[in-house]
Each structure stands twice: as C-alpha cells, then as structure tokens.
C-alpha cells in the first residue's frame, strides 16, 4: 500500500456523536490519508468517548487540555510527517478523491500554499454563498488553475505543510475567527498563492451553536485587530467603519469596542504593514461590497 502524501486534522471539541460520523467518512476515502483527531479541550466525559472513537477508527488523537482556539491546528502540525496537510472538524469531511485533486494541484503548481474546496452545506448540500464569491474573486488568476484567494475557509483547506510552518501557523491570541484574514496576508507576501477549486467537495453539517453572538463578537474584534498588525491606516479605518457598521446592525457595537479596545496593545506594539503588492490585492479583494469581506468572514461559523 502506497504510503499517504496527506494528513487529515480533525478538530473537535465536546462532539462525540458529530465526531463519529466524521470519522465514519474519512476512513472511507479512497486516497486512504493519514488521520489525526485534535481534541481541543473536551470535557473529560466527551474526551473520553472521543478517545474511544478514535481508537475505534484506527486513527491518531492529540488531546489538548484546554480550548486554544485555531492555534490547536499548530500543535497538530508538528506532529505532521506528510507534505500535505487537510482541514477540517467534527461537522466536515472530505469528498472521494477531493485529497488527490488538491494534491494534483499543489504538485503541478509549486507556488501554490493551499487549495479551498466547495462547500456543500446539509443533506441537501446546498453550495455555501461564500464559495459563489469565491470563485467570482476580483483578484488576477495569474494563471492559476482557479480563482485566486486572499483569504480562505480554515476548515475546508488542503495545504502545504511547508507554507503553513512558514506563515507561523495561526496565531493564537486570535482564538477563533479571522485566523485565515492574517494567514492569508502573510501567506501573500511571502510569495505563496491561493486558489479555489469547485471540483474539490468539502461536506459540512453544521451545528447550529454556530449563530451564538459571542462568535460574531469575536470576529469582528479579530478582523480589527488583523487590520491594525498588517494594513494602513487608512484601510483601517475603512475596515473599522464597515465593521463597526454591522456590528451596529446587530446590536453588538458595544461589546465589539470594548473587546477591540481591551486587547488593542498586542496588535499595535506587532504591528509591519503588508508590502504595497499585497496591499493592492487586499484592495481588490474588497473592491465589490459584501465579496471580499464575506470570504473573510467565512470562517465557517462554528467549525472549531
């Protein structure tokens, strides 16, 4: 048997039930990938039945003692022996044959970081509407093999591990959300591309925990504080008055300025703008209203 080029981190955390059938998917894939449950910081009852999952399935599990948010992926990455590595959680998994298309990709493509596949949402696997504006992305093809991405889902990736070591991995005062708004910049002016393809199928079944307002407050304090560590000033104001604009709309403006303003040092005192290339595509990326900002909110809610 061929020896696998990609490793599968499944995030979970206090999903046993959701946990299973994940599993139950990915063990079926063809591509026969290496797979490794994150735990991050379940309950002891949940990380035992997680446990118990996984060892049921055969598969590896890397238990951490308390929820660190998307950092939990860095953990998992060192411990990655593959070249390639696969994204998702407790309510994803791959589609057959989707690993190898993304792998196909990356090979012929070698200065491509990260390949994001199409969301279908439910059983009735309804195309998720931030993958329409994903592959109606403003930005040049630069003769990519599908449309080319500043931001991506962090959840529905295949990726090099070599550029994800690279960019740092994520950082871990963001917790969860935006995480790939920052990646994505630094991925960007390393040099490394990213792309969408539609023929490479994530299923996502999500739980509907994923519309708690504290969510929504969290991201839209990361995505300020992204703003102030890599853009100008100028786009951060931009990019505050439209956030602070929704989050007025949805009756959490308060929240959303005092938790920016609590933690408001880290991003000043780390602060290096993006080069001016990196920069126009950051414009360009948000150049039609709700396309750009809707990829970089497109942490699937939810998706730990």
Known sequence: MREARV?????????????????????????????????????????????????????????????????ACN?????????FVAF??????????????AIEIMDTCSDVALVNGRVLVGPEQREAPVCRRMANSPLD???????????????????????????????????????????GL????IGWHMLYAPDIVVHHHP????RHPERRVMLARNRLWVAVLRLPWG????????????????????QVVWRTLTGLAWPF???????????RKYRGWHAEPERGHAVCRGRMAGMH
């Open 207 to 210: 739980s509907p925990a994923c």
């Open 235 to 254: 786009d951060v104001l931009r990019e505050a008055r439209q956030i602070l604009r929704q989050a007025q709309a949805e009756g959490l403006a308060g």
């Open 7 to 71: 490793t599968v981190l499944v995030l979970t955390h206090q999903r046993p039930a959701e946990l299973r059938r994940t599993l139950a998917h990915l063990c079926r894939l063809p591509e026969r990938p290496a797979i490794v449950v994150v735990d991050n910081g379940s309950c002891p009852r949940n990380a035992r039945a997680n446990r118990e999952a996984a060892a049921e399935a055969g598969v590896g599990l890397l238990r951490l003692s308390r929820h660190v948010g998307a950092a």
């Open 141 to 183: 093809r630069a003769g990519l093999p599908g449309a080319s991405l500043l931001s991506f889902l962090p959840r529905a990736v295949v990726m090099r591990v070599a550029a994800f070591r690279e960019a740092g991995g994520y950082d871990p005062r963001l917790g969860l959300g935006a995480e790939a708004v920052l990646m």
């Open 75 to 83: 953990l998992a990455v060192a411990h990655v022996r593959t070249p």
């Open 186 to 189: 630094d991925l960007a002016t």
């Open 269 to 279: 005192l780390n602060r290096q703008v993006v080069p001016g290339d990196v920069i």
């Open 88 to 101: 998702c959680d407790d309510e994803t998994w791959w589609a057959d044959g989707a690993l190898e298309r």
